[in-house]
């Protein structure tokens, strides 16, 4: 009786390290295809210049509804950016007067302003600003400032990132250049 005891003990501890290994196995694999399948959704959905920019409807620190289905007859310029960067509040004032009257800007920041807030930057009747999580997520916004240069038909035409903003200047001067 004795080896019999000693038998299932051993056979049970077999089973017990087999289903483990499978168990840790399994979990790999299951892993392994969803993470393919985040980074092929993620890659599918990129924005990128030529694409169709995201719709929202947001009020802005004035409470004016902002639409950016509305902005149909200029190009917009989003301008990605937080309270606390210093980079973005340089940013804004190297192009703030750059940017013809035909361009809309448009600031997106987060929700929760810091002490020192963009809204005193904001002046100009074609410039809003606008508190929003969710329209950073929307736009894949990664880092800041990001800026979106968007047509009349909201077709991504260009999309700059900080160390783009002298390119971002020449382009704004060109679009000067045109409307004059």
């Given at each position: 009786?004795?080896?019999?005891?000693?038998?299932?003990?051993?056979?049970?501890?077999?089973?017990?390290?087999?289903?483990?290994?499978?168990?840790?196995?399994?979990?790999?694999?299951?892993?392994?295809?969803?993470?393919?399948?985040?980074?092929?959704?993620?890659?599918?959905?990129?924005?990128?210049?030529?694409?169709?920019?995201?719709?929202?409807?947001?009020?802005?620190?004035?409470?004016?509804?902002?639409?950016l289905?509305?902005?149909?007859?200029?190009?917009?310029?989003?301008?990605?950016?937080?309270?606390?960067?210093?980079?973005?509040?340089?940013t804004?004032?190297?192009?703030?007067?750059?940017?013809?009257?035909?361009?809309?800007?448009?600031?997106?920041?987060?929700?929760?302003?810091?002490?020192?807030s963009?809204?005193?930057?904001?002046?100009?009747?074609?410039?809003?600003?606008i508190?929003?999580?969710?329209?950073?997520?929307?736009?894949?916004?990664?880092?800041?400032?990001?800026?979106?240069?968007?047509?009349?038909?909201?077709?991504?035409?260009?999309?700059?990132?900080?160390?783009?903003v002298?390119?971002?200047?020449k382009?704004?001067?060109?679009?000067?250049?045109?409307?004059?």
């Open positions: 009786m004795g080896n019999t005891l000693l038998y299932s003990n051993i056979i049970l501890w077999i089973v017990v390290i087999v289903q483990t290994l499978f168990i840790f196995l399994l979990t790999k694999s299951i892993t392994h295809f969803l993470n393919n399948l985040r980074i092929e959704k993620t890659n599918s959905n990129l924005l990128t210049v030529g694409k169709k920019a995201p719709l929202f409807k947001e009020v802005d620190e004035r409470g004016n509804l902002i639409k289905s509305d902005f149909n007859d200029s190009f917009t310029l989003l301008f990605f950016a937080d309270d606390v960067c210093n980079i973005c509040k340089e804004f004032s190297l192009i703030k007067n750059k940017i013809p009257n035909s361009i809309r800007l448009v600031i997106i920041a987060d929700e929760n302003p810091e002490i020192e963009l809204s005193t930057l904001v002046s100009e009747n074609n410039m809003s600003l508190r929003s999580n969710d329209i950073p997520i929307n736009y894949q916004i990664n880092e800041v400032p990001t800026l979106f240069l968007l047509d009349k038909y909201n077709i991504i035409k260009e999309i700059y990132s900080n160390n783009e002298q390119e971002l200047i382009d704004l001067a060109l679009q000067n250049h045109k409307a004059s």
